[in-house]
């Protein structure tokens, strides 16, 4: 593990979830999940433990996302907050 | 066949569930009979167990085969083969009273409903007797998942109050997983038993990081507990999901619960560790008599029938917790004796409610005008549920009280004493109110639309059905016969708490 | 709401930072988590106690073999939570909350593209499943890969054209039978006079060793995981992409 | 430079907890029940980031056996390399359990334990991962029926409805 590109996706980590959680669009909120759960694999794969970026990779950057995106387009992409 | 006993009490409801995922869409007829003869299997091998460690002293039971800690193991010692045959008891009582009420509440949705209440009890039943702490996570996310679909099969009001709970039993198990992560980093293990020895062989008590575990793990555990502060998703929950849900859920994920938090507390940290070295007893007694006084006045204050019980389960929570924070032999017995009570008591008043609310369609304290007399059996099973709850001899629920007020008076934390005390008087006075109603009926001063509601009740009300009057009786005996056979009880539970010197415990 | 969620977030996160000073350092081999017997023996041992040189797979599938067929019961789980809690089974006419979401017209290149993308990644989750115990993957990640797969069917053209492959049903029995599969590898060691999961003793009903027993055992018991995953992962798919019709999806 | 040093040995379990609590407000302060639950699966992840990291060690590979390293206890064999073939030397002065087997796969291969990352983290967090996801899908659900019945996913807008009732 390089520990200049962990620093580097740790920090992009913290943007995106910050973004993530500001942005009033859900349906670019649910993209932004899914680059912040892409970078979180990328993290992990680095640390060694493939079998948990591969599951991530899977999970969370692609179904979840699809179920996001899903509940989104089935319900309302507005947001208060 | 006795020697797999551990794995099969887990296994039937398992494996009944899945049976009924698969064969319970095609023939619904099938979904009431598996899950009653699976829970009764379950049962049996309770009995079997407890006879087994009541005999033989603590079972372990490998999985896989590997030697622990590389593999998972089950440990039950008497504390966890009592409370795994209370689980399974009230699992089989609640399984027959649902015969009617799933049909009418979810017709759409039996072997969907079926398979998630047996799922719930194979976790409720797996986090009592398992030795290992990452897979206690692993099954209070199995019965957390299994509650929320419970609660959430509801009304609307239901469905956001599932909602909350999912937040909220979210941040629950996701800080006792980081608390397990936090003695991982310091002890290298995931067994129970083991993480305590190697608390001890490093001699890192006094670590930040063991603290900071034991903080996540107990603040974790109360949330799915509900104690007091952090109790906001329970009242409305238990309120307003189907009967059938609310008469499983209410006597058993709490109480399940609060025996979690007793075994973390006693076999991972250690007695010494939680009453000896921290000392916050006089706190957490503090905050359960908190607990204790506001689910009691909050019960005061409700007029829907469910939701005063579900304050009710706040008050007990705290009997439970301040009992075991008494830090003496007494205050611990009554607590575990509480648990196993409290599931019967608890039990026999939501199954009482249940019935009411199917009978007449109302949730208000007004359905229950003049039922003494259209339902004679059914307030007799509830007046001993009240009875226990209020704590009159000779019900479960005095003696249980009784102890937790000598564990009390022993440590010399008398408000948590008063508590109690103020706590029963409230408790009498919401159940003589309801007695009130139901044998003398509502009188006419008490509102102007007490006329009018005697005429709508007097046709709806019908007799309870023998599939739902079976289990309030039955639990309505066990309560008398838990009261009458406490000595025996107490005994099991001493072989547990005896192996605790808090007599020696340094202040 | 507000003030409340920062008191407990500056409580926690301090509590939690306090900590930090204690741990040892960030890939120190030496830490009592890394050099505990418990990890050293999954890194030395799992080779020769079970012959899989995947050690992730052999902890998974075998050391904690119970509480991977809990992880496989927490998805089941989710899918009958899912459908018990949005399914309507009934149609109630016309509902305000499911009106189209945009004009559906099929698309060539869509449809091209995936037609010749969905063999593809079907044949990727098979090998995904059955070469985890020699690389990373295993029945969980490739049971999800097999579940995209009909999602994305499900996406390009419609639902219902996903629901011809596969019914309602079939996706239930499947989730069930996967479950069974793995629950009865340990029901059969069982049988066979050992513990629940307990591998090894399947030697006597297989044509093999007790290690190669447990090697082959856990390929079966991915095989269910991988069953109950693809099942579900599409379950809850177009559950949540129908509003619990199953009439319409995206 | 202390302090630097303090910190870049610790960097990433700093970090971790930075995650979790943007993670954690979100689940307490938003509003907007999509967010919440998107908040829950960053605190989530946050945690399996902090497992994770327990696992690190330096100068050590993917727990995964090399293919050689397998083989490398197999130099009698001449087809040591013809694909994914363990099987058991039989016939040596190993050991023998009770049935007559080897009790031990492939004796000869010595495996050393700092050259591994730890696999006990990454198996438990499989299982994390698969909670996470699970609760994700359930929280979804239950948002879809609220929007079903209220016609909302704000939950203070729902509030509001129940209060002023229904």
Known sequence: MIWQ??????????????ISLQVKDLLAASMIFGVYSFLMCLLWAGMAAVDVAFTEAAVGAGVSSVFLIATVLRTSRRSSD | MIEQAPAL?????????????????????????????????????????????????????????????????????????????AVSVVGLLTAIYSKRQVPAETPDKISQYYTLYLLLMTGLIGMVITGDAFNLFVLIEVSALTSYALIAMGPRRATLAAYKYVIMGTIGASFYLLGVGYLYIKTGSLNMFDIHEQL??????????????????????WIKMAFFPLHAWLPN???????????????????????????????????????GRLDWSDIVVWMSVAAILVGSISALAQTDLRKMLAYLIIAEVGY?????????????????YHIIADAFMTLCVFLFAGIIFTQTGKRDLNALD???????????????????????????????????????????HWEYVIALLISSLINAVLFFRIIEIAYFGIKPAEGHGGHHHEELSKESPTKASFSMLLPLLVTAAMLIGLGLYNRDIVAIISDFVSQFNFGVISR | ???????????????????????????????????????????????????????????????????????????????????????????????????????????????????????????????????????????????VIFGASFILIALSRDLQAAHKWVPEQRVLNLAGIGILIYAGFGLASMFLGQNFLDYAILHKIMPASPIEARYHSMLGVEIGVAFTVTAIMYSIYSNLASKGTMKEGL | MEFFEAISAKFNYWIYVIIMMIGLYAMIAKTNMVKKLIGMSVFQTA???????????DGATIPILYHDQVHAGHHHDDHAHNGEHYDTPHGTDHEADEYGYPSRHAPDVVIDGDDFANPLVHVLMLTAIVVGVSTLGVGLAITQKLHREFGTIEENEIHDMIKSGK
């Not at chain 2, 009541?54 to 800690?69: Q, T």
Request: aromatic share 12%; proline share 4%; with cysteine.
């Open chain 2, 200 to 221: 001890i062989a490093r001699g890192i008590f006094d670590a930040t990081a063991v603290l900071v575990a034991f903080i996540l793990i107990t603040v974790g555990v």
């Open chain 2, 320 to 336: 439970m917790v301040g009992g075991m924070w008494l830090a003496n032999d007494m205050g611990l017995i009554g607590s575990i």
């Open chain 3, 1 to 143: 709401m507000k003030s409340l969620a920062l008191i407990s977030v500056v409580i926690t996160g301090w509590l939690l930072l306090s900590a930090v000073g204690d741990f040892p350092d960030w890939g120190d081999p030496n830490s009592p988590a890394n050099s505990y017997r418990l990890s050293q023996h999954f890194v030395t041992e799992t080779f020769h106690e079970t012959a899989v040189p995947n050690m992730v797979t052999a902890v998974l599938a075998d050391y904690r073999g119970y509480d991977t067929m809990f992880e496989t019961v927490v998805i089941f789980t989710a899918g009958i939570a899912i459908i018990s809690i949005l399914r309507r089974f009934t149609s109630d006419g016309a509902d305000a909350g499911t009106e189209k979401v945009y004009e559906k017209r099929p698309d060539l290149i869509v449809d091209t593209t995936c037609r010749l993308m969905i063999p593809i990644i079907q044949l990727f989750a098979l090998y995904v499943i059955a070469h985890g115990h020699h690389s990373p993957g295993g029945g969980f990640q490739g049971g």
């Open chain 2, 370 to 412: 003049g039922l003494f007399t259209k339902m004679p059996l059914t307030m007799v099973g509830f007046l001993v549920g009240a009875f226990s709850l209020i704590g009159i001899p000779p019900t479960a629920g005095f003696f249980s009280k009784w102890y937790l007020i000598q564990g009390g008076v022993a440590s010399g």
């Open chain 2, 237 to 275: 929950s238990y309120a307003y999901a189907p009967t059938t849900s609310s008469a499983v859920l209410g006597p058993l994920v709490t109480k399940v619960m609060i025996y979690v938090m007793i075994r973390l507390t006693f076999t991972v940290f250690g007695a010494d560790y939680t009453f």
């Open chain 4, 47 to 57: 945690i399996i980031l902090f497992y994770v990291s327990i696992g690190v060690k």
């Open chain 1, 5 to 18: 590109f962990d620093l580097i996706i740790l920090v992009f980590l913290v943007i995106t979830a910050i």
């Open chain 2, 9 to 85: 009490i887990l296994l039937f409801p398992f494996f009944a569930s899945i049976i009924v995922a698969l064969a319970g869409i095609r023939i619904q007829g099938v979904c009431f009979p598996i899950t009653v003869i699976s829970m009764a299997a379950s049962v049996l091998s309770g009995i079997a167990i407890l006879g087994q460690v009541v005999n033989n002293g603590a079972i372990r039971y490998r999985l896989g085969g590997w030697e622990p800690p590389m593999g998972i193991e089950f440990r039950i010692d008497a504390l966890g083969a009592l409370v795994a045959l």
